[in-house]
C-alpha cells in the first residue's frame, strides 16, 4: 500500500520512476563501416582508404553493398550494421564504380570490372561469396548501371565524361547479356542552365567549365522511370546526383525540376553524389551516395545514407539536412533517417594533445590542387600542446602525433558542458603504408568524460577491440553530462596515430539561439550565383539555409558554420526559388525565417 502511495506521489511531483532514457538506434555519415585501402595510387606511394560509387540492393530481406575498389563488398540485415565479404573470384583490382542488380529474388547480377570490359557475374547466395562469370560480352561499361523491368527486358547505362553523355543499350539477360543493338544516347549536362553542374569546389573553376557526367543509376516508381546521375566531380563539396524523369527505361527523359536529387554542399562532410537508391523491406527509400573527404587524394572518398522520397507530384529528393549528425537509424518507426536533435558538443572544443608530429590545414583549392598550411606548434600556459584541427569541423585538416601507441592522448574541454549521447572518431591516413584490402587492422582506445577535468569516468573502452573503424561512431547506452573528453589510444592502423577530428554530440544545457534576422537574398543577372547575407545571431555556432522551387518544397539544405554569409553557384537559371534560414548551437535549432521568393 505504502510503495502504490510513493508511487502516486511520484508521478504527482513529475518524478520519473525510470531513471534510464530510452535511446533509439542511431547512425552517422560518413558511414562507419572498415574502408578499404586503395591500391589506386599506390604507384606514387599515396596510402589512403577510400569508399565510393556505392551499389546498394536488397536481396531476399537482406542488404548488400558494393563499392569501388574494395575487394569484396558488404552485407547487412538493417543497413546498419555491415560485414565485409571477400568473394571467391573478383576482378584483380576490386571493382570500379560498380552496378547491381536483384531480379526477383532469384539472382543477383553484378558488374564493374576496372577495365572496363569483361563479363557480367551472377550468384543466387551473395552471403557465400561465390559468383559465375559469363562469357565476356561487353566494352566501355564504365560507370555502369544495370536495370532489369519487370518485363524481363535489360539495359546498360554507362558514362563518366565531360563531353560525352550518359547512353543506354539494350541486353539479353537469357542469353549471355549479349547486345541486341538497341543503343541510344540520353542525356548530357547544361551547365549554361544548371548551375549546379558547373565543375570546380562551389561550382568554380578559374579555367574548366565543363563538369563530369558519371555515376548512372536507374530507379522505377509509380511507372515512372527516374535516371539519376552525379555532377560535378567526385573531389568537390557540390558532388551531386540530379535526376531525369521518363515513361520508359530507354526515355525520353526530362529534367526534374526540383534538381539537385541528392546534395550536401556544407557542413563537417561535403559531397552526395554517384550514389544509388534502394528500397527498404517496408517501403523507405534510401540514397546512397558519394562524400568527399579528398584530404590524401582527390580520391579519397566516403558512404553517406540518406532517406529519399517521391511527392506528390513525383518529384525525388534525398533529406541531407544535418547529414553529418546523429539520424535515426532506418529501423524507426517514424523518423528514420532523420536528425535526432543531438547537436554538436565539441566545435571549437580546447583541444590538448600528447605529442605532435605534425599538424595541418587543408583545403581543396579552386586551380584543381590543395590549399596547405602546416601550424607550428602552439602551447598553453600550463605546456600542454594545443591541437585546433580536432575540432574545426574540416576532415581535410589533421594532427598526427610522433608515435602510435598507449602513450598518446588527446583532451577536449568543450566551451559549455552538456549531455553527451555519442562520439564520431575520423582518423587519419599519414603515410601508413598500405596500398590493398588488409584483414586484421584494429583501432583499440578508451573515452573517458570529466565534468571538472580531473575526475574521470570511463564511457568507451574498446581497448579490446577487433574493430576495424576508421569513422569510428560510438553512441552512449545512457548520456552522461560532462565538459571534458578525453580520448587514450591503445593502437590503430599507421605508424602513427593521427586524427581529422573528434566529435561530440548531444544536448547543451542552454539557450538555442533565437530567430535569424535580416536575411537578405540577392540573385545576380547571371541567374544560377546568389549572394546571402544576415545578421549575426548571439550564441549560434552557424546557420543552415533550405531552398527549394515551391515553399512546400525547400528540399535542399547548406549548413556553414560561423559566417553570416553565403555565396551559390548552383541555382538553376530559369527556376524561381524560396528560401529559409535557421540558426543552431550546442543547445539546439531556432525557428525558420520566413519563406522568402526569389525569382
Excluded at 282 to 304: D, I, K, P, V
Excluded at 320 to 345: R, V
Excluded at 436 to 450: A, N, P, Q, W, Y
Amino acid at each position: 500500500m505504502f510503495k502504490n502511495i510513493q508511487t502516486v506521489l511520484l508521478i504527482f511531483f513529475g518524478i520519473s520512476l525510470n531513471a534510464q532514457e530510452a535511446i533509439p538506434e542511431t547512425y552517422i555519415n560518413p558511414l562507419d563501416i572498415d574502408y578499404t585501402y586503395m591500391v589506386f595510387n599506390s604507384s606514387k606511394n599515396i596510402s589512403y582508404r577510400s569508399g565510393a560509387d556505392p551499389a546498394v540492393i536488397e536481396f531476399r530481406g537482406e542488404y548488400f553493398m558494393f563499392v569501388t575498389r574494395s575487394f569484396g563488398y558488404w552485407h547487412s540485415k538493417d543497413l546498419i550494421n555491415w560485414e565485409f565479404i571477400k568473394p571467391q573470384q573478383w576482378f584483380f583490382e576490386g571493382s570500379n564504380a560498380p552496378t547491381a542488380f536483384n531480379y526477383k529474388d532469384s539472382l543477383v547480377y553484378f558488374a564493374g570490372d576496372p577495365a572496363g570490359y569483361g563479363s557480367i557475374l551472377y550468384t543466387d547466395d551473395p552471403k557465400s561469396g561465390k559468383w559465375t562469370p559469363t562469357a565476356s560480352i561487353s566494352n566501355n561499361i564504365q560507370d555502369s548501371e544495370l536495370f532489369i523491368d519487370d518485363d524481363g527486358k535489360t539495359y546498360l547505362y554507362w558514362g563518366s565524361s565531360n563531353v560525352y553523355p550518359v547512353k543506354v543499350k539494350m541486353l539479353d539477360k537469357d542469353d549471355r547479356f549479349l547486345e541486341t543493338g538497341v543503343q541510344k544516347e540520353l542525356i548530357n549536362l547544361n551547365e549554361e542552365e544548371h548551375g549546379w553542374e558547373r565543375f570546380g569546389e562551389n561550382n568554380f573553376h578559374p579555367t574548366l567549365k565543363e563538369g563530369y557526367m558519371e555515376g548512372a543509376s536507374m530507379t522505377k516508381h509509380d511507372g515512372k522511370y527516374y535516371l539519376q546521375y552525379a555532377a560535378p566531380g567526385t573531389q568537390f563539396n557540390v558532388y551531386a546526383d540530379g535526376v531525369y524523369i521518363g515513361d520508359s527505361p530507354l526515355g525520353p527523359f526530362e529534367y526534374m525540376k526540383s534538381n539537385p536529387m541528392s546534395f550536401k554542399p556544407g557542413g563537417f562532410t561535403n559531397g552526395a553524389g554517384h550514389g544509388i537508391t534502394v528500397k527498404q523491406t517496408n517501403g523507405q527509400y534510401w540514397h546512397f551516395a558519394t562524400m568527399a573527404l579528398a584530404s590524401n587524394s582527390h580520391w579519397e572518398r566516403r558512404l553517406c545514407m540518406f532517406p529519399t522520397y517521391f511527392d506528390e507530384d513525383g518529384l525525388m529528393h534525398a533529406i541531407t539536412s544535418y547529414g553529418d549528425y546523429p539520424l535515426y537509424a532506418p529501423n524507426h518507426p517514424t523518423k528514420a533517417g532523420q536528425h535526432t536533435g543531438w547537436m554538436l558538443l565539441s566545435y571549437k572544443g580546447k583541444a590538448t594533445v600528447s605529442s605532435s608530429m605534425k599538424q595541418v590545414k587543408k583545403s581543396t583549392a579552386n586551380d584543381g590542387d590543395y590549399d596547405i598550411t602546416e601550424m607550428t606548434l602552439e602551447k598553453n600556459n600550463s605546456g600542454e600542446i594545443i591541437s585546433k584541427v580536432l575540432t574545426d569541423e574540416s576532415p581535410k585538416s589533421f594532427w598526427v602525433a610522433e608515435a602510435n601507441d598507449e602513450a598518446q592522448w588527446v583532451q577536449i574541454e568543450m566551451l559549455e558542458p552538456g549531455n553527451i549521447y555519442a562520439f564520431q572518431l575520423n582518423f587519419h591516413d599519414e603515410e601508413s603504408g598500405i596500398y590493398t584490402r588488409t584483414e586484421g587492422l584494429r583501432h583499440r582506445f578508451t573515452i573517458e568524460v570529466s565534468e571538472d577535468g580531473q575526475n574521470w569516468q570511463t564511457v568507451v573502452d574498446r581497448s579490446k577491440s577487433f574493430e576495424d573503424a576508421p569513422n569510428a561512431y560510438i553512441p552512449l547506452n545512457q548520456p552522461v553530462k560532462a565538459k571534458y573528453v578525453r580520448y587514450n589510444n591503445v593502437k590503430v592502423p599507421g605508424k602513427n596515430l593521427a586524427l581529422s577530428e573528434i566529435r561530440v554530440f548531444g544536448k547543451g544545457l542552454g539557450k538555442k539561439p533565437g530567430k535569424v534576422r535580416g536575411f537578405q537574398i540577392t540573385r545576380e543577372e547571371d541567374r544560377r550565383n546568389a549572394s546571402f547575407e544576415w545578421d549575426p545571431v548571439k550564441g549560434a555556432q552557424g546557420y543552415n539555409i533550405r531552398w527549394g522551387i515551391s515553399p512546400d518544397k525547400l528540399y535542399q539544405s547548406w549548413l556553414i558554420y560561423d559566417k553570416n554569409e553565403l555565396y551559390m553557384r548552383n541555382l538553376d537559371r530559369d527556376t524561381k526559388y524560396y528560401f529559409s534560414i535557421e540558426a543552431f548551437n550546442e543547445n539546439g535549432i531556432s525557428e525558420r525565417t520566413e519563406i522568402k521568393e526569389v525569382k
